[in-house]
């Protein structure tokens, strides 16, 4: 069972535009909240969170939004740029400390253009 | 330099072998975890170490055999491998304890299997 879902496997932005990136959960007890991306042949590399307790978070061209209701996150990038292709995942977890575990989305490829 | 590194980056080997990926990280890290990416992109955890104990681990075929020598190093060992084995397998580590850095994770850049 997907747990965390991602389903929109692609999306093409032009660049300096803005880059909208969703996913959503089904499990109540997830409290936090991960993008990843990831280039091709390297493993993924931490973005940016958002702690159930928030609505928001930003950090430079990145902010990720939560909707605890709606079970949903999204992940804006502003302005968008070439060097952002990759494939972003979007995961979760329900604890904290050595038994945290994070779940996975399958991912959405990002393809900027020039 | 590199923060989580993993070997080999591939391999490819006979139905029936024994292989095993070597993992290990500078980062200072209590916590290593082993996933695994399939055919369908999903990234699944299989197993996580803290301190060289285990403390999560998946629904995994117990021909797959973790095995933390110190808290730096995380290999894993595979038996009999299948054809379903293939897939490319990621290591991480994270800071562990009860902050919610504790979810971030270092990944090293995966070992791709092929199993023919």
């Known amino acids: 069972d997907q747990q965390v879902k991602q389903n929109s496997p692609s999306l093409s932005v032009q660049e300096g535009r803005i880059s909208i990136l969703n996913c959503d959960y089904t499990?109540?007890?997830?409290?936090?909240f991960l993008w990843y991306k990831k280039y091709p042949a390297e493993g993924p590399t931490f973005l940016i969170s958002?702690?159930?307790?928030?609505d928001k978070n930003e950090d430079g061209r990145f902010t990720v939004f939560l909707n605890k209701s709606a079970k949903h996150l999204s992940l804006h990038i502003v302005p968008s740029q070439p060097g952002d292709s990759a494939v972003y995942f979007c995961?979760?977890?329900?604890?904290?400390?050595?038994?945290?575990?994070?779940?996975f989305g399958k991912g959405i490829t990002l393809s900027v253009r020039p | 330099d590199t923060a989580v590194s993993q070997t080999p980056k591939y391999l490819v080997t006979q139905m029936g072998n024994d292989k095993s990926i070597k993992c290990e990280q500078n980062?200072?890290?209590?916590?290593m975890y082993w996933y695994k990416q399939d055919s369908k992109k999903f990234l699944k955890i299989m197993f996580s170490?803290?301190?060289?104990?285990?403390?999560i681990n998946e629904t995994v075929p117990n021909r797959f055999s973790p095995k933390s020598p110190d808290k730096a190093h995380l290999n894993l060992h595979i038996n009999s491998l299948e054809l379903g084995d293939s897939a490319v397998y990621f290591c991480?580590?994270?800071?562990?304890?009860?902050?919610?850095?504790?979810?971030?994770?270092?990944f090293g850049a995966g070992s791709r299997l092929t199993v023919l």
């Open positions: 499990n109540s007890m997830f409290d936090y």
């Open positions: 958002i702690s159930s307790i928030k």
């Open positions: 170490y803290n301190n060289k104990e285990l403390i």
């Open positions: 980062l200072g890290h209590d916590t």
């Open positions: 995961a979760a977890s329900a604890f904290t400390g050595a038994n945290s575990k994070l779940t």
């Open positions: 991480a580590s994270s800071q562990g304890g009860l902050t919610l850095g504790a979810n971030v994770l270092t």
